[in-house]
């Protein structure tokens, strides 16, 4: 086979993962080699060795605790900051660096800020241990800028299909497919994006091929919406009222009360090449959501 012809490889981390399952099937699509990383990140020896047999054009770093309330806190730093510090390591022994590398940091990092909605070159005020070890492991990656060709993406909330239980979006997804009578929630005044996870992974494939290196880039909607706008719109695609109630134990002290970005340098970005992100949807998200689950329940239903 012609080199020429083969399709550029992207090395990916956290493969396996709600963002990483799309982001891969996305990227075949798109006509590129995925080669999902299997080494963990914090055993250096096998690390750097798959990087360097794997000879990457492009590296997409997912890997992450996704869940911010997890109460393994040490696990934030050992992955955010110690795991990406071993990896662009290992990539910078690469004879021929990656065309780019792609850093999935968090829009957490800003913190409960009075500026809203949030620009890249604004001040940053990390509230816990998962916004401070993603704090960390950006200024881990700004120490490579001279050595490797990094972009960093802050994602701003996302959900969809195959989002795990333990986040907002898919636990009200189940109470109301199964049609529960009530659900327990934590603080009800807040705002997120809620943007689809489709769109993230459009918008990083297009950062991996035409973001600026050593930048740093919003990837949002710049649409907030409330708790309430999801209750109402979940109530109304399933033709069923659900009682909220609020349990103590769920509220955290420190919860960001508005999560919104200015996606004005990342659309920037596209239109200077004649491109744009696909329109996120949140009706059209938590229609999908709820078909996948009555699907699954249907399924488990018939395997009895």
């Known amino acids: 086979m012609n080199n020429a012809l083969k399709p550029l490889k992207i090395l990916l981390t956290g493969a396996k993962g709600f963002t990483g399952l799309h982001l ?20 250096q020896v096998e690390l750097e060795k798959e990087v360097l047999a794997a000879k990457p054009d492009f590296v997409v770093h997912l890997a992450g605790i ?37 850093l999935a940091s968090s829009a957490t990092v800003y913190g409960n800020s009075t500026l809203s909605p949030s620009t890249e070159n604004q001040p940053l005020s990390p509230i816990d241990h998962y916004a401070i070890s993603k704090v960390a492991m950006e200024e881990i990656a ?43 929630l934590g603080n009800l005044n807040i705002e997120r994006e809620f943007n689809d996870v489709g769109m993230i992974c459009e918008a990083y494939l297009h950062l991996l091929k035409l973001g600026v290196a050593s930048e740093i880039y919003n990837v949002c909607t710049g649409q907030a919406r409330s708790l309430k706008m999801v209750l109402d719109a979940l109530a109304q695609l399933t033709s069923h009222p659900i009682d909220i109630r609020v349990n103590p134990d ?28 696909p329109p996120s949807i949140l009706t059209k998200t938590l229609a999908e959501m709820l078909a996948f689950a009555k699907t699954s329940s249907n399924q488990k239903i018939s395997s009895l």
């Open 66 to 102: 996704s869940f911010v309330a997890s109460t393994d806190q040490e696990a934030f730093y050992r992955v955010h900051a110690l795991g990406t510090s071993n990896l662009l390591k290992a990539i910078s022994k690469l004879p021929q660096k990656p065309i780019k590398v792609l």
């Open 24 to 43: 891969n099937r996305l990227a075949q699509n798109w006509g590129y080699e995925v080669v999902p990383l299997l080494a963990n990140l914090n055993e």
């Open 250 to 277: 769920f509220v955290r002290s420190n919860e960001v009360h508005r999560m919104c970005g200015n996606p004005a340098k990342l659309l920037s970005l596209l239109a200077a090449h004649n491109l744009e992100l």
């Open 142 to 184: 700004k120490t490579y800028f001279d050595l490797i060709p990094i972009v960093i993406a802050r994602p701003f909330n996302y959900t969809g299909v195959g989002q795990k239980g333990n986040f907002l979006i898919p636990k009200l997804i189940d109470h109301f497919s199964r049609q529960s009578q009530f659900i327990e």
